[in-house]
Each structure stands twice: as structure tokens, then as C-alpha cells.
């Protein structure tokens, strides 16, 4: 709902508060009172956030999050399903959750979301539609997506233009998000043109010296890798790929967005 590890863990918290304080003799679901509580804290938290965001330097991307002990390969909640999530309206998102994620019935929904069962049917109907536009056609396998994220990291950091070139879907975009705070590119980079010649300047600026590699595997569902900055601060790449090419880079630099991580600290 939220796309922020923190303002997540402020919602539970906030969540449990209220479960404590609840008249348990009122309480019919257990279950229906901690999903409404939760669902309604997301969507009234949403409206500020939104606001935020509007003033946010750059591209926002939701933070990272992966845990490098567990196998992700088959999580159903990936950058791009998060990506897809932020251009609905709260309600649409909570919506779609609720139904497909969490296996609420709309009568259930109506109730957390304050709407009737149809308009509740109608909001989950759209965001999905919006969400399976934003799937991939053709998931690539992990082993793939491992050998794709090395050759990027690679050619991306030392300068082979020609090995990024080969990388590259000729539509690929680059989002990088340094909320300000880290230098990154403010809009999307488009174009296999574009992002080379972006490539190529960060690592001119670099040497040509490729970063230590912190971790390499899934971000969000998606190949990727964490790097350790020269700056004593980490970022991490995930991968969008089709075809066997990278359709979409996504780049968090955002410190804020990485304090969560094991090796952020």
C-alpha cells in the first residue's frame, strides 16, 4: 500500500495501538477489525503521502527490499507490481490488495474500505487490468537474469559501450532515484542512446573501476545487485528484462530509502 518500510512499520504500530485499546466485546472478526484498522490508516497515511511526493526531487521509486537468505523467485509482489500500484488511486490499490493479494471477498472489502461491494468490485476490476499491463510478457528465468545483471554491472561501470549496447532493449529506461539528497538523474533517461551516454560518464567519473559488489540477486522481484559507493553509502540496480534484453534499469540512491538494509548501516 505504502512503497516505504518505515511508514509501514509506523502503520502496524500505530494498527497494534488500536487493537489494545478496542473493546474486544465488540469485536465480531478479529480478523475484519486488525484488515479495516490497517486498511483505513493506509489510505488516510496516503493522502499525505501523495502530497509529499509531488515535492519529491527526481523520480520516486518504492524502496528495495529483499532478503538475502530467502528465495524471492516466486513472490508475487515485484518493483513493477509496485510501480504499477503507485499510479492508482488509494482506493483502486487497496482495492486490488484486498481481492488478489489477500483473498478478501468484496462484502469484506466494503467493509474496510467503505464503499459498497459493486464500487469495491469495479475499483479492483480497474487496478488489475492496470497491473497485468504492467507484468511481463515473458519472465526471465533466474539463472538468466543472474547472467544479464553481471554483464550489466560490468559493461555499465567499466566503460564497454558495446557490451551495454548488446544489454540493452533499444525503448530502455533508466529511473534513478536520489531523492534529492545523492546525485541522480532527475527525469527517466530514455533510449539506448541516451543511457549509454549516461553509463559512460559515471564511469568516467569512477575511473573506469568497478565498485564492490555487496549483493547480487533478486531486488523486488527483479535481477539485480547492490554496489558499495564511493561515497561509504550503497545503491542498488534492479533489472526489468524481456526478450533477453533490459527493458527498464531502476536505481535507488535515495540513503533514506536504503537505511532498512542490513549493510546501509
Known sequence: MLGSVAEAEDIV??????????????????????????????LDHLKSARVRRETYVGNWLPEPIFDPSEDESDSDITLTLMMALERLSPLERAAFLLHDVFGQDFNQISEAISRDPATCRQLASRARNHVQKA???????????????????????????????SLLADDVVLYADGGGIRFAAIDPIHSMANVCLFFGDVSRRAAYSLPPLVHEGLIDGLPGFVTAESDGIP???????????IKAIYVVRNPEKLRHLDFAH
Not at 488500536?18 to 493506509?42: G, M, N
Not at 510478457?137 to 559493461?155: C, H, L, M, W, Y
Open 13 to 42: 504500530q500505530e494498527g497494534f495501538i488500536r487493537w489494545h485499546q478496542a473493546d474486544r466485546s465488540d469485536v465480531r472478526s478479529e480478523e475484519a477489525f486488525l484488515v479495516r484498522t490497517i486498511t483505513r490508516l493506509c
Open 135 to 165: 507484468k511481463p510478457r515473458f519472465p526471465v528465468s533466474d539463472e538468466q537474469g543472474k547472467s544479464i545483471a553481471t554483464a550489466f554491472f560490468n559493461a555499465s561501470r567499466t566503460g564497454d559501450m558495446q557490451a551495454l549496447q
Open 235 to 245: 545503491q542498488t540496480t534492479a533489472l526489468e528484462i524481456e526478450d533477453g534484453k
